[in-house]
């Protein structure tokens, strides 16, 4: 974990949000270190794994978001103790918390960090979908599948983009998936997100939203409340 030690690790304080984008390639002699600091439950739930690409990248999502969590906490990964609230969303059991959220698509895992309010964060790969048309009616409302048809070489991207609003707003709000993404509708115009609309009585305070990308064909979205926050973005391409 040479990367995440050697660099002054950077002090997150009150208006802040960090952002990190950690590459889930590591060599295999890192594996047991990194499973080592996993608790009990997530070693089990690593061993339900029976593809070893699967099982190596939830060993080194979940022991990143340990020794990045005790860099901030001041204490050893393997004494955080995780909870989760009723709804399923993670949380840091400790006397001075932080909030956080964590989601990984293929090869890079994203990670967002907030000493004041809950945040989400999504991220996925831009990939082919044979079944793009059927999702874009699926899961967009009218005006957002307009959006994203409007230019079809950017069908794939926007699609994607658009998914990644409503995963990053459902689990800020700490809801997971249990309102299904038709039920909220957004916008982008010049680059900035808003939500327009929400059913069933969801939350729709205002909200804040900001789009990332990585390289390597990855789009991203924070949501976090005040829009006064600063974001700090850290990328680490190879954990050893």
């Known amino acids: 974990m040479s990367q995440?030690?050697?660099?002054?690790?950077?002090?997150?304080?009150?208006?802040?949000?960090?952002?990190?984008?950690?590459?889930?390639h590591t060599s295999s002699d890192q594996i047991?270190?990194?499973?080592?600091?996993?608790?009990?439950?997530?070693k089990?739930?690593?061993?339900?794994?029976?593809?070893?690409?699967?099982?190596?990248?939830?060993?080194?999502?979940?022991a990143v978001l340990r020794i990045l969590l005790a860099a901030y906490l001041d204490c050893r990964p393997e004494d955080i103790e995780l909870g989760a609230q009723k709804k399923g969303k993670p949380f840091v059991i400790h006397k001075?918390?932080?909030?956080?959220?964590?989601?990984?698509s293929n090869n890079l895992c994203a990670y967002a960090?907030?000493?004041?309010?809950?945040?989400?964060?999504?991220?996925?790969?831009?990939?082919?979908?044979?079944?793009?048309d059927q999702l874009i009616e699926r899961n967009l409302t009218n005006s957002e599948r307009e959006y994203c048809l409007k230019i079809p070489r950017k069908k794939l991207s926007?699609?994607?983009?658009?998914?990644?609003?409503?995963?990053?707003?459902?689990?800020?709000?700490g809801e997971g998936m249990r309102l299904t993404p038709e039920n909220m509708e957004f916008s982008i115009e010049n680059g900035e997100i808003r939500l327009v609309s929400v059913k069933y009585g969801f939350d729709a305070?205002?909200?804040c939203f900001k789009g990332f990308e990585r390289e390597g064909s990855y789009t991203g979205t924070l949501t976090y409340s005040d829009k006064t926050t600063i974001i700090r973005e850290i990328e680490v391409s190879n954990l050893v």
Do not use: C, M
């Open 4 to 24: 995440l030690q050697a660099a002054s690790f950077p002090h997150l304080s009150s208006g802040h949000i960090h952002i990190w984008t950690v590459s889930l």
């Open 32 to 42: 047991g270190y990194l499973r080592s600091i996993l608790s009990d439950r997530e």
């Open 44 to 62: 089990r739930k690593a061993s339900f794994f029976n593809v070893d690409h699967a099982q190596h990248s939830y060993i080194v999502s979940q």
């Open 96 to 104: 001075h918390p932080v909030f956080f959220n964590i989601s990984n």
């Open 113 to 132: 960090f907030s000493p004041d309010s809950e945040v989400g964060i999504d991220i996925e790969k831009i990939r082919d979908l044979p079944d793009i």
């Open 158 to 173: 926007r699609f994607f983009q658009f998914w990644t609003f409503k995963e990053s707003y459902l689990k800020a709000i």
């Open 205 to 207: 305070t205002d909200l």
